[in-house]
């Protein structure tokens, strides 16, 4: 007799028990997820290439729909579906990048919204690019680091530098607000170009002092990618992370950017990065991110039913 599936330890991982599916495919959901194990353009440790799987299995442990201490079940009837991993060669960063847009861009064509699993930052930018034809495209980044380095070690494609590329390929990038910087090694010519930009960057220090100010800080009524670093949070609540960066989010407080982010508008995508299982033995962090990822799905509107 084998285990029965329904148990969070059993059966075959896909993201939340969702069917697996093709990412260009005869199908529809709700929430599509795809997984991109990149992490060659790490500046640091690697193991961000193991996220998706580890993820798909943390999330057998929170499948929906959830039912809360005062009675509100969440995400009840919400459908989804897994496209499982783009197919990316070893050693082709290039090739890497148009195979994720065009998966990307089969995903979103299939669903309402698209969860995207990495892999580094890097792969922000190419997924970014399926969303070329967003009006008004707003990010909204969790993360310890800015991310708009223009080159880093000869390179203008690392985990650095996602952000500062985005924003050179989509006309229709309007805004990008980060929140949680933090740490010693800041690119001084990045800070400049992103505040020329008009970015807003809100350090840790704002979270911490006063995070109502922060919330009011975020986008209303846009079209927003979401983006969490998961060097975000605090690296004794989260240290499955190449680059950790002490004081940090708490859960609570990471949660509570998303929810106002995913409340006041439309999100349109979401990625989670930079999240290396390898490096935390415990298997914590992608329980909670798996976590952090539904529950951000039962803020962003989707209860209700499938996209007509």
């Not at 990412?23 to 998706?52: C, E, K, M, N, S």
């Not at 399926?130 to 969790?142: E, G, N, S, T």
């Not at 924003?167 to 020329?196: K, M, Q, S, Y």
Request: charged share 20%.
């Amino acid at each position: 007799m084998s285990t029965p599936a329904h148990l969070p330890y059993g059966g075959v991982a896909t993201f939340a028990r969702a069917p697996q599916v093709q990412p260009g495919g005869d199908w529809q959901a709700d929430v599509g997820v795809l997984g991109v194990p990149f992490d060659i353009a790490l500046g640091f440790r690697p193991g961000a290439r193991f996220a998706p799987r580890a993820l798909r299995e943390a999330s057998l442990r929170s499948v929906p729909p959830f039912s809360g201490l005062d009675g509100t079940v969440r995400l009840a009837g919400v459908t989804f579906a897994d496209a499982g991993d783009v197919v990316l060669p070893s050693l082709e960063p290039e090739l890497m990048r148009d195979r994720t847009t065009a998966a990307a861009r089969e995903v979103r064509a299939r669903c309402r919204l698209p969860v995207f699993l990495g892999g580094d930052h890097s792969v922000s930018f190419p997924l970014l690019r399926a969303f070329h034809d967003v009006p008004d495209l707003h990010v909204v980044q969790l993360d310890a680091h800015l991310d708009f380095t223009d080159v880093r070690n000869d390179t203008r494609y690392s985990n650095s530098s996602p952000f500062r590329r985005a924003c050179e390929a989509l006309p229709n990038l309007t805004h990008i607000t980060t929140v949680g910087l933090r740490g010693l090694r800041f690119d001084p010519e990045a800070v400049a170009a992103a505040r020329a930009r008009g970015h807003t960057l809100i350090p840790m220090t704002d979270v911490t002092r006063d995070l109502g100010a922060v919330l009011d800080a975020l986008p209303t009524g846009k079209n927003v990618y979401l983006s969490i670093d998961v060097d975000g949070l605090d690296p004794a609540v989260l240290p499955g992370t190449s680059s950790p960066e002490p004081d940090g989010f708490t859960y609570a407080q990471a949660m509570a950017v998303l929810a106002a982010a995913a409340q006041r508008n439309t999100v349109v995508g979401l990625d989670l990065v930079e999240l290396a299982p390898n490096l935390d033995p415990s298997g914590r962090s992608e329980l909670l991110m798996a976590r952090l990822i539904m529950e951000t799905l039962c803020e962003a509107g989707l209860d209700g039913g499938r996209r007509d």
